[in-house]
């Protein structure tokens, strides 16, 4: 027999085999609940396929993904990673410290959404849509579906953390570029790189996050994916109508008993979370076949102005942070050319100083030249005393400075005129 130790060690290791990972589960009451599940319980659970649980996986960098599906909202924003059912939102990173506050607005959401339903039904009877009668009291307002909450929660924190990067960039990034330009060093030119860098990289987000929201509010079929509640509740009222809804409503009441039943222990496997995927088998025995067809015929039927109104309001926000990075990126630009024609500037200046000192060079050798010349072992009535001088000699040596100075001035004054100096 294996002693306790062995038993946990390859425990340990189907765990690690399988893909168990802890997910964070918050239901329609807000009720918060750690869970251990591998990845194929996920899928019986949300009918989601093993490709878009990738999209989640913390081990795989994918981009900004949004995407609907029959029976979940799968969401990778930035830091969130989530599932959204109708009745339930899978958290897969929830001890990260920049999540933290995300789940507690997401929570305290849940509730209040939770409260107004609970008070809507007891007012107006509609319990599956969640919507009061506005024919008989056009004044009231319309409760979101419990999907849309949490979607809507997780635009709000995503759009805010990368508004809030936006903000601190700029507010690093204007003082740098205003001290590069007042002095152009190699300390100054490596803070404006770093932010040239970290722009350049959130710009990036900020445009696959627009571009997601883009791809859903130009296509009203994916948009109609999303409507989870209603497609749920249209598929109910189906099958409560065929034959067969007495023994499917004995399977779901069975299903129903089975779902409190999940375990939240740290050391071993959640206890009938395999199983909760039976509660939609209401709607179906499986994913393919008849459901997938009515599933389409729901959606095009369905209004997506609601969620449609909702994400054009996000997708303002984020649109408004693109522009504010193209701005700053508009800065950085310009300040980068003003640098640029500084140092042309510069550089001018240099070339100008060179051709000056090649001239003084030339002209100086001219003398250089003269004195080369005296310099020489011959006899001349300049070297003879009886003849010649300090007079003659300083006569000499003053002609031979003079002439230089003259020539140079020429030389200066002829490059100006052939506009080779300004």
């Known amino acids: 027999m294996r002693s306790g130790e062995e038993r946990q060690t390859v425990t340990g290791i189907r765990k690690k085999g399988s893909g168990i990972r802890q997910w964070l589960l918050l239901d329609g009451k807000g009720e918060t609940e750690v869970v251990e599940a591998g990845k194929h319980a996920i899928m019986r659970r949300t009918g989601l396929p093993a490709r878009d649980l990738r999209i989640l996986d913390p081990l ?14 799968v969401i990778n924003l ?19 410290p920049s999540v933290t506050p995300f789940v507690h607005e997401l929570q305290a959401r849940i509730l209040r959404h939770h409260q107004a339903s609970s008070s809507s039904s007891k007012n107006h009877d509609h319990h599956t849509n969640y919507e009061p009668d506005r024919d008989h009291d056009p004044d009231a307002i319309k409760i979101l579906p419990f999907e849309f909450v949490a979607l809507e929660a997780c635009l709000e924190s995503a759009c805010s953390v990368l ?63 999303m409507y989870l ?7 109910q009222m189906e099958e409560s109508s065929s034959p067969s809804s007495i023994h499917d409503h004995h399977d779901e009441d069975l299903d129903d008993r089975t779902v409190p039943e999940i375990s939240s222990e740290a050391g071993g496997p959640p206890v009938g979370f395999e199983d909760h995927h039976n509660v939609y088998n209401v709607l179906g025995r499986d994913n393919h076949g008849t459901r997938g067809s009515t599933y389409s015929a729901v959606t095009k039927q369905l209004d997506v102005e609601e969620l449609e109104m909702l994400l054009e309001a996000y997708f303002v926000q984020i649109d408004g942070t693109l522009n504010k990075l193209s701005t700053l990126r508009e800065y950085v630009d310009d300040t980068e050319d003003y640098i640029n024609i500084m140092l042309d500037d510069k550089q001018n200046h240099l070339l100008k100083m060179g051709v000056m000192l090649t001239t003084a060079t030339l002209v100086v050798s001219g003398f250089v030249v003269v004195a080369g ?15 010649a001088g300090m007079t003659e000699f300083l006569w000499t040596v003053g002609g031979s400075t003079a002439g230089t100075i003259f020539l140079y001035v020429v030389a200066i004054a002829w490059c100006k005129h052939k506009r080779l100096l300004e």
């Open 60 to 73: 795989l960098s994918y981009p900004s993904t949004l995407l609907g599906r029959e029976r979940a909202i």
């Open 78 to 96: 930035e830091h969130i990673k989530a599932i959204i059912t109708a009745q339930e939102v899978l958290l897969l990173n929830s001890r990260d």
């Open 163 to 225: 508004e809030n990067e936006a903000k601190t960039l700029e507010q690093e990034a204007h003082p740098a570029l205003d001290k590069l330009t007042s002095k152009i060093s190699t300390l100054n030119l490596e803070r404006v790189r770093q932010i040239k860098s970290r722009l350049v990289a959130i710009t990036g987000r900020v445009q696959k996050v627009r571009d997601e929201l883009e791809h859903l509010l130009d296509d009203d079929d994916d948009m109609a994916e």
């Open 229 to 235: 509640t209603e497609k749920l509740a249209e598929q």
């Open 373 to 387: 010349v005296f310099g020489m072992n011959i006899h001349i009535e300049l070297f003879d005393p009886d003849k």
